[in-house]
């Protein structure tokens, strides 16, 4: 059955700190039909210290090289809390319904935009070599996607990489991002200014129905006119 818009955009930002009127996000669980989405914990830091390990995670990533498990415990146990403490990026841990395995890490990031009139953030990835090639990493991105449009009222998701992460792109066009170009010598790298590729996806540009019960109305979003020139 199709899902149904609510009257009014409920706000994600629930919480409340006792000394700040500041909405704070609390982390959330995405569940999809094999995986879960959920914050990172201090046990996982042995197992993305490992995936960490294969070298086109730092090569197309911000993850540095050489990567110690030190690194990865600061990861779980410091940079996460932090970011969806202070909204600068919501990360989850990908994990098997199996097994509990590491499947990979996904969050959004880059959120100035996101309480603002923009409503925008970017979508980021990665994920372990062993688990690729199963469709784990659309899966779970669908499913944050969905959130992000129906929960915290995204109204334009981004997607960037270094230009020649075909494998990124791969998952990005599958999951709709539309492609917006070569964005040049945006990313400086190792001392050298480097190309960037972009895409963006709209909560139009995702197939089936609109969202479940008390997803926002489209007459919720801020009015959109396209170029046509």
């Known amino acids: 059955m199709p899902g149904r818009c609510r009257e009014s955009r409920r706000n994600p930002f629930a919480a409340r700190s006792a000394t700040s009127q500041t909405p704070v996000m609390e ?3 995405l569940t999809t039909e094999r995986l879960i989405l959920r914050p990172f914990e201090p046990s996982d830091a042995p197992a993305v210290h490992a995936a ?6 730092p090569r197309w990533t911000n993850v ?4 110690t498990l030190r690194d990865a415990e600061r990861f779980v146990g410091t940079t996460v809390p932090e970011g969806w403490r202070d909204d600068t990026a ?20 880059r959120l100035a935009g996101l309480r603002g009139p923009e409503r925008q953030a970017e979508l980021g990835y990665w994920t372990a070599r062993e688990q690729r090639g199963r469709g784990y990493t659309v899966e779970a991105a669908r499913a944050v996607l969905r959130w992000a449009f129906d ?23 599958r999951l709709g991002f539309q492609w917006e170009g070569t964005l040049r ?45």
Not at 52 to 57: G, N
Request: aromatic share 8%; net charge negative; with cysteine.
């Open 64 to 67: 540095p090289s050489p990567y």
């Open 151 to 173: 929960d915290l009222g995204v109204e334009r998701m981004e997607w960037l990489a270094e230009a020649g992460n075909d494998g990124s792109w791969a998952v990005a066009r």
């Open 90 to 109: 919501y990360d989850f841990a990908v994990v098997a319904r199996t097994d509990g395995s590491l499947v990979g890490a996904m969050g959004l990031v």
């Open 27 to 29: 982390p959330v669980i």
């Open 185 to 229: 010598a945006k990313l400086v790298r190792e001392g050298t200014r480097r190309d960037v590729w972009a895409g963006s996806l709209l909560p139009s540009d995702l197939p089936g129905d609109p969202g479940p019960a008390g997803a926002p109305c489209a007459a919720d979003r801020t009015p959109y006119l396209p170029y046509a020139g």
């Open 52 to 57: 960490c390990q294969e070298p086109d995670i």
